[in-house]
């Protein structure tokens, strides 16, 4: 059989994103036993500099071994029990996700719809919570990475702790990129994934759990139905205060030790400075893409600087544009899921990868492909708003 070795291209769509070389470089070290005390200093190094980004005092943060899916299963089979009242907002794709893992649980599920482009509605939560006697769990997404809609999360922590409901947020496509902080905005359970705007491959799901979900962890009437998942078992491992750790199971190595460089990395720029790094980015996109004609899906006000979703044109078919980025460009986007399939692209700006030159890499590449694509579209020009975006941007901070 041949040797693989894949082409590199400039991962543009809704993850994973491109790696640092220092990531990768770091994922390369010598392998360390679970129980080794250097590799156990790796664990409480990485637990200190995610307790700094999520901005929590909680022990109980750590990275799930697997991806953002995890961090969703461990969030909710962790506080779910069965017969417990979940409400789920649903506002694209992965609101949908929640409510399938959360009834998995054999909690009862209460989805609220809203319609996907927009924010979830806090007055519709309320409205819900005000039916049922108890609630356990209010779950949501923060950045829904199907739409590109960013939703504010305070309004909605207070209405579900004015329930005495645990809140559960979903930062997958946010943590890193955009302004999130947990113990000040009151989200009880939140995770994450490491293939988008901490700038490592996937195949880690960091999370913390704040002082509610840690009682209800601490008082369940049934075990999780995942041992894997299991917050009891695995912060026993990873948040022991003595000197003897339980072992769990056999932690991924090499990506521990990428994450911890990714954090190093993200800690060496500043968080505030790679969440304004990324306003920029985003900014300058909006820009260049309405200048050629396109528009943008999400609400104006609550859009997703990490990802931007933008409506094919009509008559422009999906899938040969972003074939031809790839082939001729090396860049991949992505495109719709579930009711959206064909109607949308999703463009990343995560991570590394968010970059005004990747931004008038993309536009330019972008253009040439409609172009030869939709003849009949009418095409501005897109670097020179991107351009002009960003000048713009740059002075407003300045």
Known sequence: MREFIPQERLLLGAGPSNANPRVLRAMTQPLLGYLDSDFLQLLDDVRAMLKSLFHTHSDLTLAVSGTGTSGMEASLCNILEPGDLAIVAVNGFFGLRMTDIASRCGATVVQINTEWGRPVDPEAIKQELAKHRRVKAVALVHGETSTGVLTPLEEIADLAHSYDATYIVDAVTSLGGVDIAV????????????????????????????????????????????????????????????????????????????????????????????????????????????????????????????????????????????????????????????????????????????????????????????????????????????????????????
């Open 183 to 398: 113990d000040d905005w009151g989200v009880d359970v939140c995770y994450s994934g490491t293939q988008k705007c901490l700038g490592c491959p996937p195949g880690l799901s960091p999370i913390t759990f704040g002082d509610r979900a840690l009682q209800i962890i601490n008082t369940r009437q049934t075990k999780p139905h995942s041992f894997y998942l299991d917050m009891a078992l695995l912060g026993a491992y990873w948040a022991s205060t003595t000197t003897r750790r339980a072992y769990h199971h056999t932690a991924p190595t090499s990506m521990l030790y990428g994450l911890r460089e990714g954090l190093r990395i993200i800690f060496e720029e500043g968080p505030e400075q790679r969440v304004r790094r990324h306003q920029a980015s985003a900014q300058s996109l909006r820009s260049g893409l309405e200048a050629l004609g396109l528009k943008l899906f999400a609400e104006n006000g609550y859009r997703l600087d990490s990802l931007t979703a933008v409506y094919i044109p009509d008559s422009i078919e999906d899938e040969p544009v972003r074939r031809a980025l790839v082939k001729d460009y090396n860049i991949e986007i992505g495109g719709g899921l579930g009711e959206l399939r064909g109607k949308i692209w999703r463009i990343g700006l995560m991570g590394e990868n968010a970059t005004h030159g990747n931004v008038l890499f993309l536009l330019s590449a972008l253009e040439q492909v409609l172009n030869r694509f939709g003849s009949h579209l009418s095409l501005g020009n897109g670097v020179a708003a991107a351009e002009r975006a960003l000048v713009a941007y740059q002075a407003s901070i300045a």
